[in-house]
């Protein structure tokens, strides 16, 4: 059984829809998603600010490869175009951990590059794995800590499969949270 943690972010077009498009895209292997936050840009700061989510997925049959294959299929499906490193998008599938695999091969390095100083990917995944660990890095809880987390806002509108917690053992309600 392969399990992955997916990023999800959006800041062109109907951002909301956007994510809808990736958790619907997901369909039956998605175990857990996140509430939608609003957040700043990272690295490219002029452009619009970002709706996030996080998402964990799980699959017998699907490698690190096959999750990072599944985030580019939904990208190109949502119209994505890559013009800039860190430009804006319709849609942003980042494969941020799989099963603790570490992986050096420039086109899947996992952990996800940067994740463990992006407040924008860790406080949504803390909200479905509040004691998950960063490979490498350490308890994202204790990630957070050393973050400043006040520009990431969460929403009251959520996605389909919402819930609480990936430990949860079962898909969430899709009503708002605050």
Request: glycine share 10%; net charge negative.
């Amino acid at each position: 059984m392969s399990r992955a943690v997916l990023s999800l972010g959006s800041n062109l077009g109907d951002r909301l829809a956007m994510l809808r498009l990736a958790v619907t895209g997901l369909g039956s292997v998605v175990r857990a998603v996140s509430p939608v936050y609003e957040t700043a840009p990272w690295g490219v700061l002029d452009q619009p600010d970002f709706l996030n989510a996080v998402v964990i997925v799980e699959a017998p049959d699907v490698d690190a490869w096959g999750w990072l294959r599944r985030g580019q299929a939904l990208e190109s499906e949502s119209g994505r175009v890559r013009e800039a490193r860190w430009g804006p998008r319709t849609l942003d599938v980042d494969v941020v951990t799989v099963d603790g695999v570490r992986s050096d091969d420039p086109e899947l390095l996992l952990p996800h590059p940067g994740t463990a100083d992006r407040a924008s990917v860790l406080v949504p995944w803390r909200d479905v794995e509040p004691t998950a660990v960063l490979p490498g890095h350490g308890p994202i809880a204790a990630l957070l800590a050393t973050l400043d987390t006040s520009g990431v806002r969460r929403l009251t509108t959520t996605l389909p499969g919402a819930s609480t917690s990936a430990a949860d053992g079962e898909r969430g309600s899709e009503t708002g949270r605050r």
